[in-house]
């Protein structure tokens, strides 16, 4: 393990949506003097408040938290810039005497940070175009087939990561599993992981206080600023939503179907979750 950064091992909140990774990891902080880093690919964008159930500055109670509302949604922000930011921030709060705490759903970026980027190929725009008239359920089903570990990290109806997965697998092959003394740094993992039920209402709540605090005109705005395209690459909440506003769902169907959807996905964080306890 001699390529594992020697301080205080990290300590990574992790757990699947709803599970109440930011307040434990603000209890964490205030016990252990550290600062909080945002492990959430959509809370670094501005405007998207109620969406991404950002942490507010109530809940944040005077704890430092970082990589929130540090990116225009309409500029992109990449796992490669994760990592990047979260290695200064690392060093910069453990230079401090504070402990870093990272915490939030976005598994990749765990990984990436913790075992580095996987290979990226030149884009392929000839294999790209082979893809774009098929469903994002067609092009699900392949890459789980064909590389279930990186499936297990993706949003299902997210096409653009979906074309961009399949066209990796396609240049350099699966995910290669690690193992833990391949890691960077070491880690402390603090898991949370409710029961099926009681996650299950806790996203049923969460998002009927999203709908009661304005998540639909949120989209709105966010809509009227980035555009029905980049609309869609924002997450769940954002796509549904958008389709709502298009004019191609109900508004009666949206808490249950955001609901479905946002199980799901907690479904397949808490695989990710099983891999790490198992590791």
Known sequence: MGNV??????????????????????????????????VDSRQVYRMLDIGTEKTTEEEMDGIPHHLIDIRDPKDAYSAGDFVRDAERLIEDIEARGKRPILAGG????????LYGLPESPDPDPAFRASLEGRS????????????PRRASKIDPKNKRRLI????????????????????????????????????????????ESAFARGLVEEVARVRDYVGDARLDELGLEY?????????????????????????????????????????
């Open 136 to 147: 994002e359920e067609s092009l699900f089903a392949e890459l789980s087939a064909r590389d």
């Open 5 to 38: 950064k020697e301080s205080h091992p990290l300590l990574c909140v992790v757990g699947p949506t709803a599970s109440g990774k930011s307040a434990r990891a603000v209890a964490l902080a205030k016990e252990l003097d550290g600062e909080v880093i945002s």
């Open 239 to 279: 796509r549904v939503i958008g389709e709502h506003l298009r004019g191609e769902r109900s508004e009666e169907s949206l808490l249950p179907a955001l609901h479905s959807k946002l199980w799901h996905y907690a479904r397949h964080q808490k695989a990710w979750l099983r891999k790490l306890n198992t590791a």
């Open 106 to 113: 976005t598994h990749f970026y765990f990984d990436a940070l």
């Open 164 to 207: 961009r997965a399949l066209e990796i697998v396609e240049a350099h092959g699966h995910v290669p599993e690690r193992e833990a003394k391949d890691a960077r740094y070491a880690v402390e993992w603090v898991v949370l992981d409710p029961e099926r039920d009681i996650l299950r209402e806790r996203i049923r709540v969460r998002l």
